[in-house]
């Protein structure tokens, strides 16, 4: 019944998210926990100096009320406030409600915002925290203890990735950040805890793109006596543990594409998968010929050092990876691509591994843990070698966990689930960002204004850049032949803004540009660079790019022509860079050479000559 006031004291606190006033009557919506109740507000009930203090609140402010329940004419449950108190004052105002916080990088910096203007944002982190709570529960559940083993490590180990490096200044040695927890957790199976798992943040000095951050979550699980097949009913169960906490209804949908995650998964090896989708043998049995002809034919590109196991592999990627949508463990990797895998009982090319992947990504890894301390220790120098050989991703030679194996390791199965992905598949959401409360980005760039520069540190003296010696510079001899001029001009020189830079996956070299050409249409030019450039360094770049080359596939994705770089050598080693334009060239803005047979066009300003 509307107009019914009661009797029932409340006493309750909240963000005032609107306002209005209408002669002596003001009403308010406050948040609080996520939840809006409407105040009613008299003149009244509050006195004339309480309501006008009242009238004064900006959006934002965070106050305390007194009043009792009731409801308004329109049957509107709300509180008629009879006194309150200003608890904190917000100095910026929020965005206006009706367009909100759209903005993505905006969204990202300020998630503080981000989660009070956009309830879906609060949603998606609340489903975060139940799958999380909801693995933790199960395996559990399972018999496993939740242990924690150091954020910092004295040697890198347990997976191939570049880490962060930090100094211990108790030891005055450096550390390095974690990337995996693999070899602390199976330490303690030889300590005798048969069943232990860790949730808990990984790092890699890697690029970052939509499925990838340099922070990461995990979840690493080992079993004493388990195997591959225990491991693949544990992530399937695990991971339908988290959808139903976060879900509900098994039976989901990522990006527009259905998802079901009920039923028995599939299981199926990487050479059947491969043969399937390319529609004929990928096996060992075939030629290394025969299996260069199957992945050119697909859009792949193979290098001379590549075995009959890599081929495998790089076919699988090119035809079957991306197709894999429901749910499917991938078995049996062969060892070129495994090679810390214990190898496969009956068949030294493969090993005991599998990758779950859906919608095309890949969401856990699983291995039959090797635990021979020979077979490791060899495993270990050959990383060793790759890294005194440049290998900046390669493992060290860890002597602690060759002589823990030396005391006996049982027979184990482990595996990883990428927390971050899942999340993403079961809040729906387009990239890791939007799962992570506060995404790394680069500097902020103020209005008008260049990016701002970190505080120095008190005691830091300052460092000058150190000059370049060009007495070390060696440059490639000029051209002999010439080219002649209508040849020359028929090549179309483009300044192009980066919209977009991200790592391909799978490849240590190739980073892939989403670019404005001033067409008005995306343009994807990819190109090997990454090991002298990171992803986040060149977005909001104007580079320059013959647009006019043909497409050309690689790793499966087509590029639009070739971005131009300056290339010399140095100390024996080649140096690239990336000549970067003045942010005011426009992008589509055309390379003109002039010369007195063929000027500028007119109206044009000169841009290279």
């Not at 100096?49 to 934002?60: H, I, M, S, Y």
């Not at 390319?278 to 025969?290: L, M, N």
């Amino acid at each position: 019944v509307g107009g019914v006031s009661t009797e029932d004291g409340v006493l309750i606190a909240g963000r005032v998210m609107c306002e209005g006033v209408q002669g002596k009557i003001a009403l308010l919506e406050l948040r609080d926990a996520g939840c809006d109740i409407q105040l009613f507000c008299r003149i009244s009930a509050l006195g004339e100096e309480a309501f006008a203090a009242l009238c004064d609140l900006d959006v934002g402010d965070w106050i305390a009320v007194h009043g009792t329940m009731m409801r308004t004419k329109r049957g509107q449950l709300s509180v008629a406030v009879d006194s309150f108190e200003l608890m904190s004052k917000s100095l910026r105002p929020l965005p206006e409600k009706f367009h909100g916080l759209t903005d993505k990088e905006t969204r990202y910096r300020q998630r503080y915002v981000d989660l009070v203007m956009n309830p879906e944002v609060r949603t998606t982190f609340e489903r975060r925290l139940k799958i999380v709570s909801a693995i933790r529960r199960y395996m559990e559940g399972q018999g496993y203890y939740e242990v924690e083993t150091p954020f910092l490590h004295a040697i890198i180990g347990g997976a191939n990735a570049k880490p962060f490096i930090t100094h211990f200044n108790a030891l005055d040695r450096d550390y390095y950040l974690r990337i995996a927890t693999e070899l602390p957790l199976k330490r303690l199976l030889v300590g005798g805890f048969e069943k232990v798992f860790e949730i808990g943040r990984q790092f890699r000095n890697e690029g970052m793109d939509p499925y990838h951050n340099p922070e990461f979550t995990t979840m690493e699980a080992y079993e004493a006596f388990g195997d591959l097949d225990s491991m693949m009913d544990l992530t399937e169960r695990c991971i339908k543990a988290a959808a139903e906490a976060a879900c509900g209804p098994l039976k989901i949908e990522y990006q527009g594409t259905p998802v079901d995650l009920s039923g028995d998964w599939r299981r199926a090896s990487m050479m059947e998968l491969a043969s399937e989708h390319a529609g004929e043998e990928v096996s060992f049995d075939r030629t290394r010929d025969e299996l260069v002809a199957i992945l050119e034919k697909n859009g792949g590109h193979a290098e001379a050092a590549w075995g009959k196991g890599k081929l495998i592999a790089e076919i699988f990627e090119a035809v079957a990876e991306e197709k894999l949508i429901q749910p499917t463990f991938v078995t049996e990797h062969p060892i070129e691509v495994s090679p810390l895998a214990k190898k496969l009982a009956g068949d030294p090319n493969l090993t005991e591994r599998f990758e779950l992947f859906i919608c095309g990504h890949e969401y856990a890894n699983a291995f039959g843990e090797l635990n021979d301390p020979v077979d490791q220790a060899e495993r270990f120098r050959a990383q060793v070698e790759a890294k005194d050989l440049g290998d900046d991703e390669a493992m060290g030679y860890d002597d602690d966990y060759v002589r823990a194996l030396e005391y006996g390791m049982p027979p184990a199965g482990g595996c990883g689930i990428g927390i971050d992905r899942l999340v993403m598949l079961l809040t729906d959401a387009p990239s890791i960002r939007d799962v992570l409360l506060f995404p790394h980005m680069r500097d902020e760039v103020p209005a008008g204004g260049r990016p701002r520069a970190a505080a120095p540190a008190a005691a830091a003296p300052a460092v000058a850049e150190a000059p370049i010696d060009f007495s070390k510079v060696v440059v490639e001899p000029l051209f002999q032949d010439e080219v002649d001029f209508d040849t020359f001009s028929k090549s179309d020189f483009r300044a192009v803004k980066v919209k977009e830079c991200v790592a391909v996956p799978k490849s240590k070299k190739l980073l892939q540009f989403t670019l404005d050409d001033g067409t008005g249409s995306d343009r994807v030019i990819l190109s090997g660079i990454h090991a002298y450039y990171e992803p986040e360094e060149l977005v909001g770049r104007t580079l320059i790019a013959i647009t006019n080359l043909p497409p050309r596939k690689m790793m499966g994705v087509e590029s639009c022509g070739m971005l131009l770089s300056a290339i010399h050598e140095e100390d024996g080693a080649a140096r690239l860079n990336l000549p970067l334009v003045a942010e005011r060239i426009s992008a589509g803005a055309t390379l003109y050479s002039s010369t007195a047979e063929q000027p500028l066009p007119k109206g044009c300003s000169r841009l290279c000559t």
